[in-house]
C-alpha cells in the first residue's frame, strides 16, 4: 500500500494533512490492518505501507498494523491516531520503519509482543502523546532506534524485560516525558517485568539529549529493576529527580 503523504506530521493543531486517509471504525474490537496469508519459512514477506494516515475514533481500535511475523518489510511516513496500540510488532525480523508518527492518545504506540523479534529499525521516528511509547512484552532481540523524538508520554518511554536483549536508542531526543507528573514515570524501565534474565545486557544508551517534564524535574530517567546489564554512552539527561534509581 502505497499512498501520497506531504509531511510526516499528522492531525494536529486542529489541521488535518493532506494524505490518503484510512478513517477506521469498526465494529468490534479489532485491528485496522493485520499481516495474513502464506506463511514462508514461518514468516511473511513483501510488505510495504507508505504514506497514508490511519486513525481510529470510535475506541474500538486496538492497532492500526499488526506486523505478524513480517521480515524486511518497509513501512514509511505512516501517521497513527487513536488507537490503543498503534503498531503491534510479533515475530518480526529486520523490518525498518521511518518517518513515522505514532501517538495521540494512544495507551501504548509500539507494542512488541515478545516473540523473539529481531533487528527492526526504527528510523526518524515521532511518539507523541501517550501512556507508554515502547512496551517489550518478552524476548525481544537487537531492536533499534535511531534519531526518535519522544514528547508528552505520560509513564514510560521504553518498559524493558528480563528477557530483552540489546535493545538499542542511538542519538535519540525527549522532551515533557515523565508527563503524567507521578514520581513512578520514567524514561527506561529495566527489568521489572518479565521473569527469566538473559545473559547480555538489556538496554544500550548512546547519544542523545534526554529531558524530562518541561514545568519541572520529575521521575526518573531510568528505573532498574535487578538485571543482567544496561550500557550507556555519551548522553545529555536533564530535568529528572533521579538519574538512575
Known amino acids: 500500500i502505497i499512498g501520497t503523504k506531504y509531511s510526516k506530521y499528522g492531525i494536529g493543531y486542529g489541521v488535518s494533512p493532506k494524505a490518503v486517509k484510512f478513517m477506521f471504525t469498526p465494529s468490534v474490537s479489532s485491528n485496522c490492518f493485520n499481516l495474513v496469508g502464506t506463511l514462508h519459512g514461518g514468516f511473511r514477506i513483501n510488505v510495504s505501507i507508505q504514506n497514508v494516515l490511519i486513525s481510529n475514533s470510535n475506541g474500538l481500535g486496538v492497532a492500526a498494523i499488526n506486523v505478524d511475523h513480517g521480515i524486511y518489510g518497509v513501512y514509511k511516513n505512516i501517521s497513527v491516531f487513536g488507537f490503543s496500540k498503534q503498531i503491534i510488532c510479533n515475530g518480526t525480523i529486520g523490518n525498518t ?60 518511554v521504553a518498559i524493558v524485560p528480563k528477557e530483552a536483549q540489546a535493545i538499542l536508542y542511538e542519538n535519540c531526543y525527549s522532551e515533557d516525558v515523565c508527563y503524567s507528573g507521578l514520581a513512578a514515570s520514567c524514561v527506561f524501565r529495566v527489568g521489572k517485568t518479565g521473569s527469566a534474565l538473559t545473559a547480555q545486557a538489556h538496554l544500550i544508551i548512546n547519544g542523545g539529549l534526554y529531558q524530562g517534564k518541561n514545568t519541572g524535574g520529575i521521575g526518573a530517567f531510568i528505573d532498574s529493576d535487578y538485571c543482567t546489564g544496561i550500557i550507556i554512552s555519551n548522553i545529555d539527561v536533564a530535568r529528572f529527580t533521579d538519574l538512575i534509581k
Open 97 to 156: 520503519f521511518s518517518d513515522c508518527f505514532l501517538g495521540n492518545g494512544a495507551n501504548i504506540c509500539l507494542e512488541y509482543s515478545g516473540n523473539y523479534e529481531t533487528t527492526d529499525v526504527w528510523d526518524k521516528c515521532t511518539f507523541f502523546g501517550a501512556t507508554v511509547a515502547h512496551n517489550f512484552l518478552g524476548a525481544s532481540i537487537g531492536v533499534r532506534f535511531v534519531n526518535c523524538l519522544f514528547e508528552q508520554i505520560l509513564d514510560a
